[in-house]
């Protein structure tokens, strides 16, 4: 079984950047990462399809980048400007199709091999 293990969390300001990380035990066509703020749903962030096309939720575009180097099995969220509102666990997982509208959809219920998480916590 795919297990996805991230890392890279923490604190910052507003402002700040982060970088995240996220291993997978093997390659996959579909790598995304998701965030859980407490009392909200999971939603997509970004996502890196056979570590070339990648798609974005609107509320992080221009601020976070996403790459995958699927020959190491890792991914990376490199996330800048934070916001308060960024504050949350993030998660990577992984697509259970290989299809291209699967990782362009972002849908958490899509996919599968859910990390243990990692928290980013942005203060003002």
């Known amino acids: 079984q795919v297990q996805m293990v991230e890392s890279g969390g923490g604190s910052v300001q507003t402002g700040g950047s982060l970088s995240l990380s996220c291993k997978s035990t093997r390659a996959r066509a579909c790598v995304g990462w998701f965030r859980q703020a407490p009392g909200k749903e999971r939603e997509g962030v970004a996502a890196?399809?056979?570590?070339?096309?990648?798609y974005y939720a609107d509320s992080v575009k221009g601020r976070f980048t996403i790459s995958q180097n699927n020959a190491g099995g890792m991914g990376f969220l490199q996330m800048n400007s934070l916001k308060p509102e960024d504050s949350a666990m993030y998660y990577c997982a992984a697509a259970f199709s290989g299809a291209e509208s699967t990782c362009r959809d972002l849908l958490p219920t899509q996919f599968g091999d859910w990390g243990q998480g990692t928290q980013v916590t942005v203060s003002s």
């Open positions: 890196s399809y056979f570590a070339g096309r990648t």
